[in-house]
């Protein structure tokens, strides 16, 4: 399986643009790349996913690079709702083996300041 | 139902016993995933359920760890002679197919003592 790697933390200011960035370098070409976040005692939110285009939605926008090795979730306008542990997840698709097994990364513990 | 339902979301069991968490996905959804999310940590994959097939087992911890998912539909984790080591809160998620957005449930948080 692919690994994840996330910073542990990163601050943002109300208002201003969060970028979160997380490191999938051994993604193989069956594999998606995800984006939850977990708000304090709540079970993980879905947010955004992609394979390789660069997706948006109402949440968020998600820029995967060329080779696929790296990937950034981007809150346009981040509010102090949105200060949570986000995690980049890779997921195997298809009906193999590994269909729908995921590796998570640590999480990336985003707070958003006043 | 509205959202995938876990129950209980409570469970406190004495170091042995023998407890079962169970998982109501979303009506439809033909995958199904469980985690485990011990204090402070991230999630860890356990097992994975696509519609009737025989699930990946190899992300369980211990042969102690069993599930099972009946008419594609509910699922159970079950986990055996309980150490303090499985205290941790269960994740139940679903999704329509393998590649679509899964959503989870709050939880099952289980301590044992």
């Known amino acids: 399986d692919a690994k994840t790697t996330q910073p542990p933390s990163m601050d943002c200011a109300e208002g201003r643009a969060a970028n979160l960035p997380c490191n999938h370098s051994?993604?193989?070409?069956?594999?998606?790349v995800y984006w939850y976040r977990q708000i304090h005692s709540q079970g993980p939110q879905y947010i955004i996913h992609?394979?390789?285009n660069n997706e948006t939605n109402e949440m968020a926008s998600l820029i995967i690079t060329e080779d696929r090795k790296s990937s950034t979730l981007i809150l346009p306008h981040a509010t102090l709702r949105d200060t949570a542990v986000y995690y980049c997840?890779?997921?195997?698709?298809?009906?193999?083996?590994?269909?729908?097994?995921?590796?998570f990364g640590d999480g990336t513990t985003l707070t958003v300041k006043p | 139902g509205a959202g995938v339902s876990q129950s209980p979301s409570n469970k406190v069991t004495e170091k042995g016993k023998d407890v079962e968490l169970r998982c109501d996905p979303i009506?439809?959804?033909?995958?199904l995933y469980w985690y485990r999310q011990s204090l402070g940590q991230g999630l860890e994959f356990l097992i994975y359920?696509?519609?009737?097939?025989?699930?990946?087992k190899s992300g369980l911890p211990s042969d102690r760890f069993s599930a099972e998912r009946t008419g594609g539909s509910v699922s159970t984790l079950t986990i055996q002679r309980t150490q303090q080591e499985d205290s941790a809160v269960y994740l139940c998620?679903?999704?329509?197919?393998?590649?679509?957005?899964?959503?989870f449930g709050q939880g099952t948080r289980l301590t044992v003592v």
């Open positions: 998620a679903s999704s329509e197919m393998v590649n679509t957005e899964a959503f």
């Open positions: 051994t993604i193989s070409g069956n594999e998606y």
């Open positions: 992609g394979l390789k």
């Open positions: 997840i890779v997921r195997v698709i298809g009906s193999g083996t590994n269909a729908g097994k995921s590796t």
């Open positions: 009506s439809g959804h033909t995958a």
């Open positions: 359920f696509q519609g009737n097939s025989a699930p990946d």
